[in-house]
């Protein structure tokens, strides 16, 4: 007989732990959670109106809902829509490689559309080409996604650019483009997602790519600190706001990571030969470090199942963290060391 378990995860009653044995008894079991209490019928009727429809239309012969083929799925992540943003190159995409050999249906977003496809096709996702400093395409993005793939389950804001240098050397341009993809690109896709895991009412994870640099002070990177400071403390108050509704927000800080984006960095202040000196010495730097972004990647899946609200990524992220809690001076005073290349 085919059963399906609706669970409320928030039911200080009859607890999760109450009914985790199930499957022992049940051949054919569909098992979903809903971030609700005791009263789920009441205060959650849509979302339990819908999963009791889709589960009767499907033991009818209908195919079987994404939901459904999540409940049933025993991979870690199986069934589960996830999108990445800048998800082409890097973390992003490593994130995308990480997520589908988990089991989840991935989509990538890039504005190098070329790239996104190719990630998306290499995994079996969908691969979408924008501009997440353009909130118009990213809203209309939002709703093709919910038309062609669902609602996500886990949005990876990811999208990022780098600008070094300190600040009387950084033009109005290169603090107008780093806020624009590090900031307002962030905004504009939790803005244009979080209200789609609102309105499904089945939870979800928020994830967005911090820094070290968003709580180290460096003399060498105030652009670049100054929006990753932004988008984690972003992360941590939508964190508090979506709390009730079931939503996790994560923010995830990697420190010395080797991608694509020293190689694509803007050195501010110094002549086009100069730049290209500037990023080949410190891709090696970053590529001496050896710290490879699937290992990042890791700690956002990681990340994502445990609802964490802050993930330092590597020994100095962690590190740097504890030292901004237990003694900031320390920061400040190491702040002044100029840690670029030597121009």
């Not at 049933?72 to 490689?97: D, M, Q």
């Not at 050999?101 to 998306?120: F, K, P, R, T």
């Not at 963290?321 to 030597?342: M, T, Y």
Request: charged fraction near 20%.
């Amino acid at each position: 007989m085919p059963v399906q378990l609706v669970v409320p995860t928030r039911d200080a009653y009859v607890t999760p732990a109450h009914v985790a044995g199930t499957a022992r008894w049940v051949a054919r079991l569909w098992r979903r959670e809903v971030p609700a209490g005791h009263w789920m019928p009441r205060t959650h009727p849509v979302v339990l109106a819908r999963m009791v429809g889709e589960f009767v239309d499907h033991v009818e012969g209908a195919p079987a809902s994404r939901g459904l083929r999540a409940a049933a799925s025993t991979e870690r992540f199986g069934g589960k829509v996830v999108l990445v943003t800048g998800g082409a190159s890097g973390i992003g995409r490593a994130c995308v490689r990480a997520f589908a050999a988990a089991g989840a249906e991935v989509v990538v977003v890039d504005v190098d559309g070329a790239g996104a496809s190719a990630v998306a096709a290499e995994v079996g996702g969908f691969g979408y080409a924008v501009d997440v400093t353009d909130g118009e395409a990213v809203a209309a993005l939002a709703e093709r996604v919910r038309a062609e793939v669902g609602v996500p389950d886990v949005v990876v804001a990811n999208a990022g650019v780098a600008v070094s240098g300190g600040f009387l050397e950084t033009s109005a341009a290169d603090w107008a483009r780093v806020v624009d993809v590090n900031v307002w690109g962030v905004i504009h896709t939790l803005r244009a997602f979080a209200p789609q895991l609102v309105e499904r009412g089945e939870g979800g994870q928020l994830v967005v790519t911090a820094s070290m640099a968003s709580y180290t002070p460096s003399r060498t990177l105030p652009a670049y600190a100054t929006t990753k400071a932004a988008v984690l403390m972003l992360a941590q108050c939508l964190r508090a706001e979506l709390a009730g509704r079931g939503i996790g927000v994560s923010a995830i800080c990697p420190g010395f990571v080797h991608t694509n984006i020293t190689r694509a960095a803007r050195f501010a202040g110094v002549d086009a030969a100069t730049q290209e000196r500037l990023r080949e010495v410190t891709t090696r730097r970053y590529l001496r470090r050896g710290f490879p972004p699937e290992r990042v990647a890791a700690a956002v899946l990681d990340a994502v199942e445990r609802d964490v609200a802050v993930a330092p990524v590597t020994a100095e992220a962690r590190l740097g963290l504890l030292l901004s809690r237990l003694s900031p001076a320390v920061l400040r005073a190491a702040a002044r060391v100029d840690i670029g290349p030597r121009r």
